[in-house]
């Protein structure tokens, strides 16, 4: 019992971590849909709940929304910043990099966007880390 308490408390820890370790290319209900059924093979129940939460992008553009955004900054000729290094989540970008607000219509987010090496991304204006990426 304790073992299982143990685990638990492990997972409800791991939640903003998880979060926000999307890989890139996963919308959030399929992160959450995966993260569920993880959660479910450790820690039953309670673990797919958790599971769940920890698989999705909190505050992130949710996967149905994801390719009229897309089209959305196609549209607006959205310049691309050109990056050396691997676009993925969890990159920090550099600071020059113009972040655009990403409007309500795509749903409430504290993140912005930009486009770098052509690839639609999210990011933390605090971190300048990427969170997400949408295309």
């Known amino acids: 019992m304790i073992r299982h308490a143990v685990i638990v408390s492990a997972l409800l820890l791991s939640v903003p971590v998880a979060a926000s370790a999307q890989q890139s290319g996963v919308g959030a209900?399929?992160?959450?849909?995966?993260?569920a059924v993880g959660g479910a093979i450790v820690g039953g129940p309670v673990g797919a709940v958790v599971g769940g939460v920890a698989g999705a992008v909190v505050g992130g553009i949710a996967e149905d929304n994801q390719t009229r955004f897309h089209h959305y900054v196609?549209?607006?000729?959205?310049?691309?910043?050109?990056?050396?290094?691997?676009?993925?989540?969890?990159?920090?970008?550099?600071?020059?990099v113009h972040y655009y607000e990403v409007p309500s219509r795509f749903g409430s987010t504290k993140y912005r966007y930009t486009v770098v090496n052509q690839r639609t991304v999210l990011v933390d204006p605090r971190t300048h880390e990427v969170v997400q990426v949408i295309n």
């Open 74 to 96: 196609v549209e607006e000729q959205t310049p691309s910043y050109a990056y050396d290094g691997q676009v993925a989540v969890g990159t920090a970008l550099p600071a020059e």
């Open 29 to 35: 209900a399929a992160g959450a849909t995966t993260g």
